[in-house]
């Protein structure tokens, strides 16, 4: 797989997602529904969360400590 080089917008869009209360919390519970709705919709249909994972090379629902 290639390198995605990351800019300034691809910063400020994972920002968004990080400070984003639903994402937030699915990364954090790991489960109920706004785990399933960013796991589903992360990747379709939302920027910020395709951002995330572009900058912090992780999805939006993956806990940021790694388990």
């Given at each position: 797989?290639?390198?995605?080089?990351?800019?300034?917008?691809d910063?400020?869009?994972?920002?968004?997602c990080?400070?984003?209360?639903?994402?937030r919390?699915?990364?954090?519970?790991?489960?109920?529904?706004?785990?399933?709705?960013?796991?589903?919709?992360?990747?379709?249909?939302?920027?910020?969360?395709?951002?995330?994972?572009?900058v912090y090379?992780?999805?939006a629902?993956?806990?940021?400590?790694?388990g």
């Open positions: 797989m290639s390198e995605v080089e990351v800019g300034a917008v910063v400020a869009l994972a920002r968004v990080a400070n984003c209360a639903i994402c919390r699915a990364r954090r519970k790991q489960k109920g529904l706004p785990y399933e709705l960013v796991r589903r919709v992360e990747e379709r249909i939302c920027p910020f969360c395709r951002a995330y994972e572009r090379g992780r999805k629902h993956e806990p940021v400590n790694g």
